[in-house]
């Protein structure tokens, strides 16, 4: 897949904040897959493709699941904003016909997370969090000291155990995914 014509087809498909972001991944991405030994190239291009369907109206990415993807379940389709990654992952199969299974789980678990996550799953999971070019450079920085000291899962429990006290602050529902994955990393607390 020609790198030139995905980059095209983000900027048709995403907001330019979207795109920055996007771009942001990608970089970090495969800095982190340097960083692990994990395929660097590869990690690039799923962060490429993370937020494929970010920019798709609510409606859609609905009928999309709906439609496509019936195994889905209901407890993971409580919070709209989290839509995009499995459809995200549908896209990439279906308009770059991206074959390789650890690029499209990588992109399908990004938002949610799951269980036992594999290490190049992990680094999608964190570049969305910390890229350099649109997330909050304090909260990048907090969370690189505990990559550096700790390793990718701490920075995992740490990065759920953000998220649920935002959704409990919030008065948001919380996925019970998010809280099998909490507590599946809680021996990683750093
Ligand atoms: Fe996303
Ligand atoms: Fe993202």
């Known amino acids: 897949m020609e790198k030139d014509y995905i980059l095209n087809w983000l900027k048709e498909n995403l907001t330019e904040e979207r795109f920055e972001h996007t771009l942001g991944t990608a970089q970090c ?3 982190l897959a340097e960083m692990f030994d994990e395929n660097s190239q590869k990690a690039e291009f799923a962060g490429l493709l ?3 369907a970010k920019c798709h109206p609510t409606d859609k ?3 999309i699941i709906k439609e496509k993807l019936p195994e889905i379940p209901e407890c993971e389709l409580l919070n709209y904003k989290t839509y995009h990654a499995p459809v995200g992952a549908y896209i ?3 308009e770059f016909n991206v074959q390789d299974e650890e690029i499209i789980n990588a992109i399908k678990y990004h938002t949610l ?3 036992n996550m594999t290490k190049f799953e992990m680094i999608i999971f964190i570049a ?3 890229e350099a070019r649109t997330r909050d450079k304090a909260n990048n920085d907090r969370i690189w000291a505990i990559i550096k000291e700790k390793g990718l899962k701490s920075a995992m429990f740490v ?7 935002s959704l409990v602050q919030r008065k948001l529902p919380i996925c019970p ?3 099998d994955v909490y507590n599946s990393l809680i021996d990683f607390a750093p």
Do not use: Y
């Not at 990065?159 to 006290?165: A, C, E, M, V």
């Open 29 to 31: 991405a495969k800095l």
């Open 50 to 52: 993370h937020d494929a």
């Open 61 to 63: 990415l609905l009928e």
């Open 92 to 94: 990439a199969q279906n």
């Open 113 to 115: 997370g799951r269980v």
């Open 128 to 130: 969305d969090k910390i």
């Open 159 to 165: 990065l759920f155990s953000d998220t649920i006290k």
């Open 177 to 179: 995914t998010t809280i």
